[in-house]
């Protein structure tokens, strides 16, 4: 149902994450809107990594919610503020996808919609 393309003519990806993922038919498909970093009480962390933390919580829930598991995101989209610590992001998505490989896309912002907000992640999910 998912399958990581891997060209044998392109550099490898720059960190654990996959280039493309090829989805065939009969997919149910989860696209969540930009998550950010509201625990369940309605407060927003005001450190990077727990903020992640909220974040990833909240994907977790929205997977569960629709019979789905970490493993079947297929594409990950992050928005950062400058000057967060950007090994901390990227283990934080690790441990989150469980080592699987997801087409990864980070995008550097100015600002998000709330000033304590440090990071927004989207996800797609792809499962039978």
């Known amino acids: 149902m998912k399958k990581e393309i891997r060209p044998e003519n392109i550099a490898a990806p720059a960190a654990n994450y996959a280039h493309a993922i090829l989805t065939t038919k009969e997919t149910r498909w989860l696209h969540t ?24 919580q909240n994907i977790s829930a929205m997977l569960k919610s629709a019979s789905m598991k970490p493993t079947d995101i297929v594409s990950v989209t992050t928005y950062v503020v400058p000057d967060q610590n950007l090994a901390t992001l990227m283990k934080h998505r690790d441990t989150a996808l469980d080592k699987h490989k997801a087409a990864s896309t980070l995008v550097i912002v100015a600002s998000l919609a709330k000033p304590e907000w440090l990071v927004e992640i989207s996800v797609v999910a792809a499962s039978k």
């Open 33 to 56: 809107s930009g998550v950010v970093p509201i625990a369940q009480d309605g407060s927003t962390p005001a450190n990077f990594d727990t903020q992640l933390t909220v974040i990833w």
